[in-house]
């Protein structure tokens, strides 16, 4: 019997200190109802001082407000001994008067959510409903709850995968509320945009002056902070002057998803050739031979885009015709131009590139000082919904 107690009592030291170790888990909310509260709250990992999760319902009349958190043990012990604190014909926590404040304290994780044992007289006389069944498969990560879907139940969202995170942000925590539905719809497990996209990308340069290696270093390098992979960015690369420069291409399927050797590609095969910047050429050689699936491009699902990169420089050809057919496929187009010296660009002409003033990115200094701040705005274009991700399974 000694045995028995010792063994009891050295249980309940470990999962004590397992507890203050890891931190107690409340729901922490307020709202004009349980339900409510609830719908709208997130869970909290209290502090080590805080060892009680606390519910406080005030009713003012027909208005009643919940409030849920963490608590100091002896401040909300305190709270909780007010309810029987006799106040007008009977005491403060009460359904006869029209002012009444219940406190509950419980030290269990999730245990405040829904109703707790003080406040189970102020539960709603509708019928109380299991939710939707929790899914068996949640992709790049797993689902735990403590009660499956019954009512009250609390489900956590986790991810596995490396560099996933639970989308949207803050919802790692689900409840199912009394009335049969999940107080949230349910996240997915995905990877941040930026620096994760999904994004076929052309990159079209024509640079004028000396040290061009150096100055195209520095500017893929801006690039070198979003992630390269199969189901993510893809970058193919081309220079051009008169015509496109054929021995400077880099394709999509030349380096795998690898940007250091897609950089080492792109700064190889650099070509400095005089001449006028014919880009409407180098738009439709891009149309033609790197948005095409002998050059590594991915199916219609991956957004496509054909970025300029062009230094004091007006186009000299036709540049209208092949921008409109690329966006007539769905292509994005963009500009980045750098005017110095003195030179203006022909606004009008770039315009017919881009048909999107705010895909006009013009600046006054060399086109390789484009900041990694710059770079983040230009990224944001292609950052829609992680869930959305046309190439994983979400469902």
């Given at each position: 019997m000694l045995i028995s107690a010792i063994t009891i009592f050295l249980i309940c030291v470990l999962v004590g200190s397992l507890t203050a170790v890891h931190g107690l888990k409340c729901m922490s909310c307020f709202g004009s109802g349980l339900d409510n509260c609830d719908s709208r709250g997130r869970m909290l990992t209290c502090m080590p001082n805080q060892k009680l999760c606390e519910t406080v319902v005030r009713r003012d009349g027909v208005h009643m407000t919940v409030m849920k958190g963490c608590k100091n043990d002896r401040a909300c012990r305190d709270n909780q001994m007010q309810n029987t604190?006799?106040?007008?014909?009977?005491?403060?926590?009460?359904?006869?008067?029209?002012?009444?404040?219940?406190?509950?304290?419980?030290?269990?994780?999730?245990?405040?959510?829904?109703?707790?044992?003080?406040?189970?007289?102020?539960?709603?006389?509708?019928?109380v409903n299991d939710c939707p069944e929790v899914p068996d498969n949640f992709p790049h990560g797993n689902i735990e709850c403590n009660n499956e879907n019954k009512a009250g139940s609390v489900c956590e969202y986790q991810c596995t995968g490396q560099d996933y995170f639970v989308w949207p942000k803050g919802q790692e925590?689900?409840?199912?509320?009394?009335?049969?539905?999940?107080?949230?719809?349910?996240?997915?497990?995905?990877?941040?945009?930026?620096?994760?996209?999904?994004?076929?990308?052309?990159?079209?340069?024509?640079?004028?002056?000396?040290?061009?290696?150096?100055?195209?270093?520095?500017?893929?390098?801006?690039?070198?902070?979003?992630?390269?992979?199969?189901?993510?960015?893809?970058?193919?690369?081309?220079?051009?002057?008169?015509?496109?420069?054929?021995?400077?291409?880099?394709?999509?399927?030349?380096y795998g998803a690898d940007f250091n050797r897609f950089l080492e590609l792109a700064l190889q095969r650099i070509s400095v050739v005089p001449g006028p910047a014919n880009t409407g050429a180098a738009i439709q050689y891009a149309l033609d031979n790197l948005l095409a699936p002998e050059a590594g491009v991915r199916d219609s699902r991956v957004p496509k885009a054909i970025w300029v990169f062009i230094a004091n420089a007006n186009p000299a050809d036709d540049v209208k015709t092949p921008s409109e057919e690329a966006r007539r496929l769905g292509y994005q187009l963009f500009v980045v131009g750098s005017e110095t010296n003195g030179f203006k660009f022909d606004?009008?002409?770039?315009?017919?590139?881009?048909?999107?003033?705010?895909?006009?990115?013009?600046?006054?200094?060399?086109?390789?000082?484009?900041?990694?701040?710059?770079?983040?705005?230009?990224?944001?274009?292609?950052?829609?919904?992680?869930?959305?991700?046309?190439?994983?399974?979400?469902?």
């Open positions: 604190r006799y106040a007008g014909r009977s005491t403060q926590c009460n359904l006869d008067q029209p002012n009444s404040v219940c406190t509950c304290c419980c030290g269990k994780n999730y245990c405040n959510v829904g109703f707790s044992t003080c406040t189970g007289h102020f539960a709603s006389s509708a019928p925590v689900n409840v199912c509320l009394r009335n049969g539905s999940w107080a949230r719809e349910l996240p997915c497990c995905a990877r941040p945009c930026p620096p994760y996209y999904l994004l076929d990308d052309v990159l079209l340069f024509h640079l004028k002056g000396e040290n061009q290696q150096n100055r195209l270093d520095t500017l893929l390098r801006r690039f070198g902070d979003l992630k390269f992979a199969e189901d993510a960015l893809k970058m193919a690369a081309l220079y051009y002057a008169t015509k496109p420069i054929e021995t400077s291409v880099v394709r999509f399927n030349e606004r009008k002409k770039l315009f017919e590139i881009t048909g999107n003033e705010e895909h006009l990115f013009l600046f006054d200094n060399d086109v390789s000082n484009l900041s990694t701040e710059n770079v983040a705005v230009i990224n944001n274009y292609f950052c829609g919904n992680p869930c959305d991700h046309v190439l994983h399974d979400h469902e």
